[in-house]
Nanobody, 124 residues
């Protein structure tokens, strides 16, 4: 099974920018569709963004469109989430996830490998 490890979270002010990363190991990274989810205290885990195996196709939840960008570097076995114009509502633990297959999906149940998460806190 592919192992995932997130990094780069922190405390940010509203309007700021942050890039979080997810490093993969143990399997061929380019075989996996990758995604970012987030979970705030007391809320369900929600889809943020996903990217196809070759990095060409992406998908975003409406609340982050135009502010967040997902990207991947298959040579470095790493997926990134670039976050701009951060809002307090973006505060959550951010998790990367991987799934074998072709389709870029938004349901957590479609992903069978998860990282431990990295906390992003945005103050107003």
């Amino acid at each position: 099974q592919i192992q995932l490890s997130e990094s780069g979270g922190g405390l940010m002010q509203a309007g700021g920018s942050l890039r979080i990363s997810c490093a993969a190991s143990g399997r061929t990274f380019s075989n996996y569709v990758m995604a970012w989810f987030r979970q705030a205290p007391g809320k369900e885990r929600e889809f943020v963004a996903a990217i196809s195996r070759d990095g060409i196709d992406t998908s975003y939840t409406d609340s982050v469109k135009g502010r967040f960008t997902i990207s991947r570097d298959n040579a470095k076995d790493t997926v990134y989430l670039h976050m701009n114009a951060l809002k307090p509502g973006d505060t959550a633990a951010y998790y990367c996830a991987a799934r074998l297959g072709i389709s870029v999906l938004s349901s957590p149940s479609a992903y069978n490998s998860w990282g431990q998460g990295t906390q992003v806190t945005v103050s107003s």
